[in-house]
């Protein structure tokens, strides 16, 4: 009975802790601007269940893709067990769905293991990668520090889960073969793995003791569902949750279509229309602030744009593939994602504890993200066709730059030419529009 109500208290615990700690994220998501990603509804949830249930995109890269998708089916598939451990918590039960599963029960469990298995193996590869075969994308400025202990600590996490369910499961074979098991009966309980590994490492134990490694591989797997479960706010591995919306609210136009301003839309229909009356346009508000050209910081960029760095789990892809970044250049397209989280968090953080008028003097632009980064990007949409949930680095540099060519007048000399000539003599090059076709002349 004390048990259950510890166990009780520990998962009220843990899913009050997570849903506080959500909400606060959601919160600094809507710093963004609103922007409207509810049409083609069918297309959304069929792109959601491609990219983010199907990892369509993952398999790009065909060994850490593979890798990935068994510790993600694992990660899926395990939360059939998960039910059952809490039912068992709350009842104080013992495998609550083995008598009336019997086989599909034996079945489910042993896929279970298979998967955890393979999901071992991809946490020793993913470790080998970051830590011991140096590639490259792990190996890049901003990946020092936090982010290199972060994606590590998941692995860990990861290695320590699996163990518990195999010592939960081990000892649990072994007992229930003695007759000694908290479920009734005895032989063998079939699965997969555990049916051989359990006897093999466990076997010669004594039951007093086989009583408490099961209790701690039980104990210690739920402890470790809830400590992955609140660690995932403050990691890069909220994409776990996040990738779901993120497909379904990505942009469904084409990748080199680059959105316009609708006020500045509709001043240049406005010039071009000789039937307009520019007098006609009603008077702006008064006290109305004006609408910003581009960003300048986290809450000039749209929610989605704020959903995309919270969603990045900085692999690096869009960076490797980034001739900006593969030339030497300062760009890093996961640089941009990182650093719009990191000052979401950190503006968010303040409003929240100070209030909406809350002004650090920080900006997004210059105190995180440099002029020479956003100038160094080509606009390839290189960065956009390689991330595996959709994110788009893209939008943000482009509304970054708009803000520095349309605010502050800034840019590099040789766009203030070109920009120069296409007003002069609609072309980027400098000579009279009535010299374009002289060439046709030429002999």
């Not at 005895?186 to 004594?206: D, I, R, T």
């Not at 000789?274 to 910003?292: I, K, L, N």
């Not at 939008?395 to 708009?402: F, G, H, N, P, S």
Request: proline share 5%; glycine share 6%.
């Amino acid at each position: 009975m004390v048990s259950n109500i510890i166990f009780l208290l520990l998962t009220l615990g843990a899913g009050i802790f997570f849903a506080l700690n959500i909400r606060k994220i959601i919160q600094k998501i809507k710093l963004g601007k609103s922007v409207d990603r509810t049409d083609q509804k069918k297309l959304r949830w069929k792109t959601m269940a491609k990219v983010a249930m199907g990892q369509s995109k993952m398999t790009r890269k065909p060994i850490a893709g593979t890798f990935h998708i068994f510790i993600y089916l694992a990660f899926v598939i395990t939360q059939i067990e998960l039910i059952e451990i809490l039912v068992d918590g709350i009842f104080g039960t013992h495998r609550f769905f083995q008598p009336s599963l019997g086989g599909l029960y034996v079945l489910s469990i042993s896929i279970i293991e298979i998967l955890s298995v393979l999901a071992l193996i991809a946490t020793f590869v993913f470790l080998a990668r970051r830590n011991l075969l140096k590639i490259p994308r792990f190996q890049m400025p901003e990946m020092k520090g936090w982010p290199k202990l972060d994606g590590n600590i998941i692995l860990y996490m990861e290695f320590v889960l699996v163990m518990c369910i195999f010592t939960m499961n081990g000892t649990d074979e072994v007992l229930f073969a003695r007759g000694e098991s908290h479920l009734a009966g005895e032989g063998s309980l079939g699965f997969a793995v555990s049916s051989w590994f359990g006897p093999m490492v466990f076997g010669g134990m004594e039951t007093s003791t086989l009583h408490i490694l099961e209790r701690v591989g039980w104990w210690g797997h739920i402890i470790m569902v809830f400590s992955f479960l609140n660690y995932l706010p403050f990691s890069k591995h909220l994409h776990i949750l996040l990738a779901f919306p993120n497909t379904f609210f990505s942009k469904l136009t084409p990748m080199g279509k680059m959105t316009n301003m609708e006020s500045v839309t509709k001043e240049v229909k406005l010039m071009l229309d000789p039937a307009a009356d520019p007098f006609a346009a009603p008077a702006p508000e008064e006290g109305a602030v004006p609408q910003r050209f581009g960003a300048k910081d986290v809450n000039d960029l749209s929610w989605v744009n704020i959903l995309n760095a919270y969603t990045c789990t900085e692999c690096g892809r869009c960076s490797e593939a980034c001739p900006a970044n593969t030339t030497g250049k300062l760009l890093s397209p996961r640089k941009i994602m990182m650093d719009v989280r990191d000052r979401a968090e950190e503006l968010g953080e303040g409003i929240r504890k100070n209030g909406a008028d809350y002004n650090d003097g920080k900006s997004l632009l210059g105190d995180y993200i440099t002029e020479e980064e956003l100038w160094a990007c080509t606009s390839c949409n290189a960065c956009v066709q390689e991330c595996p949930v959709l994110i788009d680095p893209l939008e943000i540099i482009l509304d970054l730059r708009r803000f520095l060519v349309m605010e502050e007048s800034k840019m590099p000399a040789e766009l203030a030419t070109m920009n120069t000539n296409i007003e002069n003599n609609q072309a980027p090059w400098q000579f009279s529009p009535t010299d374009r076709l002289n060439w046709k002349d030429e002999a």
